[in-house]
């Protein structure tokens, strides 16, 4: 079975501060770590996933399969990063099936 | 290129009546995913559809089905609607079967009354 876990829902920043949204993951293999970002009023969408090893919008997302972990960090979290973020797994056998994390909702405030 | 069509936006239904959602994946897109997402659930895996075939399926009772058409057009059916059908239910499409970024569509919102 695979899971995700968020164990935050709710997380408040200061604009400037260092913010990092966490993601622990269980599966017996090698899976493919998304993160995805509604803003307020929006659909949801990608922000980076762990095999492009991109920074996208200042975020970076580590994975680490000890841990199993892939928790998303900003040094400098700004007003606008205001979102619901959500980790994703897709397992080796899953097609395109995506286990989602409960979600953590960020405020960033001015 | 336009984005992951969902219709209608909106709708409201009563127990026990049935519903139909459709989706429209960007153009060259094969693979159609459903979710439903709720307050208390969260984002739940309905099934997937690639090449007019079902590839994938939650645990989601049998009321839920679906299809896909030779265009990649995708419906979604609810039958004997329930009040904790309540949600919003999206779709999302990919490229193809397992690779490929999935792109969400704005979702459709079905409350059952």
């Known amino acids: 079975a695979q899971r995700v876990t968020q164990p935050e829902k709710l997380l408040s920043v200061f604009k400037g501060a260092p913010v990092e949204l966490k993601c622990n993951y269980s599966?017996?293999?090698?899976?493919?770590l998304f993160w995805y970002v509604q803003y307020s009023r929006q659909r949801l969408q990608l922000l980076l996933r762990h095999i492009s090893r991109e920074s996208i919008k200042g975020f970076t997302a580590d994975l680490n399969k000890g841990e199993t972990s892939f928790h998303l960090k900003k040094p400098f979290a700004q007003e606008e990063d205001s979102a619901m973020y959500y980790c994703a797994l897709r397992g080796e056998t899953s097609g395109s099936r995506l286990t989602f994390g409960e979600g953590t909702q960020l405020t960033v405030n001015p | 290129k336009a984005g992951v069509t969902q219709t209608p936006r909106y709708l409201i239904k009563t127990r026990g009546q049935q519903v139909t959602l459709s989706c429209s994946p960007i153009s060259g897109h094969r693979s159609v995913s459903w979710y439903q997402q709720t307050p208390g659930q969260g984002l739940q895996f309905l099934f997937e559809?690639?090449?007019?075939?079902?590839?994938n399926k939650g645990n989601f009772p049998g009321r839920f089905s679906g299809r896909q058409f030779s265009n990649s057009r995708s419906e979604m059916n609810v039958s004997t609607l329930e009040l904790g059908d309540s949600a919003l239910y999206l779709c999302?499409?990919?490229?193809?079967?397992?690779?490929?970024?999935?792109?969400f569509g704005a979702g459709t919102r079905l409350s059952v009354l």
């Open positions: 999302a499409s990919s490229l193809g079967l397992a690779f490929g970024i999935q792109y």
């Open positions: 599966y017996s293999g090698s899976p493919e």
């Open positions: 559809y690639f090449s007019e075939t079902q590839r």
